[in-house]
């Protein structure tokens, strides 16, 4: 699929958390959303303050898809529906953080490591969109990395999607948003390539391509 300014072009096995949430429903006390949205990370894990009980309620049913169909995301420890956000198992690093601690602009090897992991992002990314689901805002600091597993955190802007895999506009319709977010992504993390490096330099094309493959489209579409 071609490639344009925001991304491709004319594109258009654990538990069920919604059983551990079942009585979500049932909370009454809610008292509305909070004034700011805030995205916390210290040793009691990662929290997402969410703005509306609705947007909670989303997150998880989100959440426990993603589990059921063998995507990473971080154990969920509770929910607090009063103050309105999703507290996560602690565990990991962010994307982010990797691509800019101190010792990644001098080795080499650990910049090489970092670019191994955007296929990885990539056909992690394609997997939620095979799902119908918009992470929404999948910045290098929504993508966690824990040993051999990347995941997605933050889904407060995620959201469902009925998409026709047939058309290249529909698809490019439903995700342009992330594409977006994931062109910023692949350019914070190659921007780290040194001149001296002889490290493969990969592609926006080849990234996005990446995401692709994991469309239910057809092999036409895909090679556009």
Not at 22 to 47: D, E, M, P, Y
Not at 59 to 83: A, E, F, M
Request: charged residues 25%.
């Amino acid at each position: 699929m071609a490639l344009g300014r925001r991304g491709p072009r004319n594109l258009p096995k654990e538990k069920n958390l919604e059983k551990e949430f079942k009585n979500a429903n049932s909370i009454k006390h809610f008292t509305g959303g909070v004034s700011q949205t805030k995205k916390l990370r210290g040793n009691k894990g990662f929290v997402s303050l969410l703005e509306k009980k609705e947007k909670v309620d989303n997150s998880i049913k989100i959440i426990s898809t993603l589990s059921r169909n063998g995507i990473y995301v971080p154990r969920v420890k509770y929910v607090d529906y009063q103050n309105s956000f999703i507290h996560f198992e602690s565990g990991g690093i962010t994307f982010h953080e990797l691509i800019n601690r101190q010792w990644v602009k001098y080795s080499g090897q650990r910049r090489k490591k970092i670019l191994q992991l955007l296929p990885k992002i990539a056909r992690v990314i394609g997997k939620i969109h095979r799902l119908e689901i918009l992470p929404g805002h999948p910045h290098s600091g929504n993508i966690i990395i824990k040993g051999n597993k990347v995941g997605v955190i933050d889904f407060k802007s995620a959201g469902k999607k009925i998409v026709n895999w047939n058309s290249e506009e529909a698809i490019a319709s439903a995700f342009n948003d992330d594409y977006f977010w994931l062109r910023r992504l692949f350019l914070s993390a190659v921007t780290l390539r040194s001149p001296k490096d002889k490290i493969l330099h990969p592609t926006l094309k080849s990234f996005f391509s990446k995401i692709i493959s994991q469309y239910p489209c057809t092999p036409e579409l895909k090679r556009k």
